[in-house]
């Protein structure tokens, strides 16, 4: 009652609608983030369509919240808020028929009165109540069912509904299991959560798991992170409610989503393969019981892989049919005759479909993953599987791919997922590297930072103390610096945060030009006054006075002020501007559009190296050893470089703001 939120269903079952694979494919395959789930716009409250359908078939993936809505109904049937008039009767269909039994002697009518006697009703009742279409039968989980019963319980289904025609019915099943339609009812599907459901479930989850008011603020937290840009996939994976409700538990342990993203999805992928039917005491027979967990990862990471690196993401049943067939084939687990391997190949498919709900239906006959999460995972799985005398060279295939958005995620997971990523990781860099080794000026851009960053002595992290200087030379943000060392998030040395404080008055210069009004100059007054807060290093005392001694006081007036600023104010706010950089760096700095573009796609490419890092286990020093060739200049010893470049316009050189 607590954790119930509103299930919304579709007008329509996905898996009849007559679409091709190209209509599905008009997407750039390199705009991030890239997610397969449709967003939902058309779909109503399954309790509404309940109320006007007395028969109804709901369909669903696993996970869904098929069976949370059955039993919400009955709550709310029990609490006189849906069919007042009805008792509601919850039934597994699995225990409908035991082993024990022989599939032609089903009677639900039977096994009715035996779970109505089980709860001390007496037994002559019950017949009046279904006769009046008084009880509100609830059967659960069509899929649970073995294949072979299948068409007795649809014929026992079928007797029952005939019988007891007054009754409203509710049957829940996987999507692609029932091949036959029972007349009568109204099929329908629940739809992936929205973002307004995501919210309510996850607010309800931690006001109910999370004593306040640390509750509320969990949720807060869950939701502000749910939505940063590097939390895309995870934003594709809470549209189904078993994998928001994983989060929500790993989120309440961690207060964070986890770093290692690999290790997630694999949690992921095991609740869908086993998990799942394990909690709920469901054994399948099926073609694939022998397998083990495993087996089913290797076939559909073959088809994962398979399909992305041709970038499929939907794809003709025909074609996963034959991509089966030949990891069977490979494997030697598949008939020699061609005909029986192709319908093994089917069978298996239906298997991936049904039972997992890993590969699903868009439309007839067109597939896809259920998340394009899993597709990447499986493929980075598939990859680091590669045998070691194949290895070296598929991950210097895999390295060339760095700058392009779609294998982003595939290289982070190889990296979470490889026993030994030092090989990848330490090619992903040169990669990067190689991108601006041929560049003059950003190497002499480099090279500048890095004497910086031996020149100030603090307790960071040296790798962290270059980018959050690069960061300030180009106005990037800090996030490569806080990656790398998280105790500038927390607090700043005093060194950095007085090159920071010079770097907004040289931003605050930047935006004043000679037409400026008299509140932007008295701002920048204020920011002037910038030693009651900061101690003015010895280094730049000199240009400092000698630039604050240049400006008229404030008593001078407003028109006199006025008029020394519209005469001298440029001139002077450039002379402060090379004052700053000249401490900042040492030295002028070359600056072009072109050269902001390449140090831009640079840093933001070290950023990924460093999520890459992030996701692989390194002993202490490899890591060591790849930090410290992170924003370095190819060649140390080239510092005559450093004094050719010409002074910056005042327009030019950017430093990060706050």
């Given amino acids: 009652e607590q954790l119930y939120t509103e299930v919304h269903i579709l007008p329509y079952l996905t898996q009849q609608r007559w679409l091709e694979v190209s209509e599905f494919s008009n997407f750039e395959v390199n705009q991030q983030p ?156 629940v739809a992936d959560l929205t973002q307004s459901q995501v919210e309510a479930f996850v607010s309800q989850y931690f006001a109910a798991t999370t004593p306040a008011p640390q509750g509320p603020q969990l949720a807060r937290q869950f939701l502000e992170q749910l939505k940063h840009p590097d939390n895309s996939a995870l934003r594709e994976l809470v549209a189904t409610p078993i994998l928001l409700h994983l989060l929500c538990r790993i989120f309440q342990d961690r207060k964070t989503f986890p770093t290692k993203r690999a290790k997630l999805y694999q949690v992921g992928l095991e609740i869908l393969v086993s998990r799942w039917d394990q909690v709920r005491g469901i054994q399948r027979n099926l073609a694939t019981e022998t397998w083990s967990v495993t087996d089913k990862l290797k076939v559909l990471s073959h088809i ?109 997971m190889t990296c979470g997922a490889l026993i030994q990523p030092y090989l990848l990781l330490n090619l992903l860099l040169q990669t990067i590297e190689r991108t601006v080794q041929d560049k003059a000026s950003v190497q002499t851009l480099l090279a500048q930072v890095h004497r910086k960053a031996q020149h100030i002595k603090v307790d960071i992290d040296a790798a962290a103390l270059r980018a959050f200087y690069l960061a300030l030379s180009q106005n990037l943000d800090w996030g490569l610096a806080i990656a790398l060392d998280s105790r500038i998030a927390r607090s700043l040395p005093h060194a950095l945060e007085f090159d920071l404080a010079l770097a907004r008055l040289y931003h605050q210069c930047g935006r004043l030009d000679a037409e400026a009004d008299y509140r932007s100059i008295l701002h920048l007054y204020f920011a002037l006054n910038i030693k009651p807060k900061h101690d003015v290093p010895e280094s730049f005392e000199t240009a400092w006075q000698a630039c604050l001694a240049q400006l008229p006081p404030l008593d001078t007036g407003k028109e006199a002020l006025l008029a020394w600023w519209h005469a001298r104010g440029p001139d002077w706010c450039n002379q402060l501007r090379k004052q700053i950089v000249l401490h900042c760096f040492g030295s002028p700095l070359l600056f072009s559009d072109t050269l902001r573009v390449q140090v831009a796609a640079y840093y933001n490419a070290l950023r990924f190296f460093v999520t890459c890092l992030q996701e692989a286990t390194l002993s202490l020093d490899q890591r060591e050893q790849l930090l410290s060739q992170l924003i370095q200049p190819l060649n140390l010893a080239r510092k005559d470089h450093l004094s050719h470049g010409s002074l910056l316009s005042a327009s030019d050189f950017m430093l990060s703001v706050s």
Wanted: aromatic residues 8%.
């Fill in 34 to 189: 890239l997610r397969l789930n449709e967003p939902v716009t058309h779909s109503k409250p399954a309790l509404a369509i309940a109320a006007t359908q007395s028969r109804l078939m709901l369909l669903g993936k696993p996970g869904a919240g098929k069976t949370t809505f059955l039993h919400h109904l009955a709550l709310q049937c029990a609490r006189d808020r849906f069919r007042a008039d009805c008792i509601p009767v919850v039934v597994s269909l699995r225990t409908v028929v035991p082993e024990a039994t022989e599939p032609a002697a089903i009677d639900l009518a039977a096994h009715l009165e035996l779970c109505w006697v089980k709860d001390g009703l007496p037994a002559h009742t019950l017949k009046p109540l279904l006769d009046s279409g008084k009880i509100l039968v609830l059967l659960d989980g069509l899929d649970e069912v073995g294949t072979d019963a299948l068409p007795s319980l649809r014929d026992a289904l079928q007797r029952f509904a005939d019988e007891y025609y007054q009754l409203p019915m509710v049957i829940t099943s996987r999507l692609g299991v029932a091949s036959f339609t029972l007349p009568g009812f109204h099929y329908a599907e």
């Fill in 304 to 412: 994962a892989a398979h399909f992305f690196e041709q970038e499929q993401y939907f794809f003709d049943k025909t074609q996963v049919v034959q991509v089966i067939a030949q990891y069977l084939q490979s494997e030697g687990m598949g008939p020699s005759d061609t005909e029986q391997l192709r319908f093994a190949s089917e069978e298996i498919l239906k298997i991936l479909e049904v039972e997992h709900g890993l590969l699903v239906q868009r439309a007839y006959n067109v597939y896809s993953f259920s998340h394009l999460t899993f597709q990447e995972y499986l493929t980075a799985r598939k990859i680091a599987a590669t045998p070691e005398p194949l290895l070296p060279a598929r991950l210097k295939v895999l390295a060339q791919y760095v700058d392009t958005p779609r294998w982003r995620e595939v290289i982070g």
